[in-house]
């Protein structure tokens, strides 16, 4: 999503694994082709993302995607209790800020 809010596409990569060589390869492309700075990652849990994508971009935040953070809470979470904390943590993720 650029500054203005407007989602765009930077490109589309293929590679025989997610490892830091391939996401520094991908963040060099980006820089060489003009981004300039990258505010916030969200990201699955890549392996090696974060040290490339920093190392490119220091001000990047990287942080884990909201479907990710809600599987990691939930599976602690017994079955009966589900419904009851899924709606909870829902008010906390669709908050329009933290304050």
């Known amino acids: ?6 989602k ?3 490109g589309i990569w293929i590679g025989k ?7 520094m390869q991908v963040v060099t492309e980006l ?6 700075q990258i505010y916030v990652a969200c990201v699955d849990g890549l392996k090696g993302f974060p040290e490339a994508i920093n190392s490119i971009f220091p001000k990047t935040t990287v ?5 990710h953070m809600v599987r990691n809470s939930v599976k602690y979470v017994s079955y009966k209790d589900l419904k009851l904390v899924t709606a909870d943590l829902k008010a906390v993720y669709s908050a329009i800020s933290y304050f």
Not at 17 to 23: D, L, P, V
């Open 1 to 6: 999503m650029n500054i203005e809010g407007k």
């Open 8 to 10: 765009e596409l930077l």
């Open 17 to 23: 694994n997610e490892g830091s060589k391939f996401w």
């Open 31 to 36: 820089k060489n082709r003009g981004v300039e």
């Open 63 to 67: 942080q884990l995607c909201i479907v």
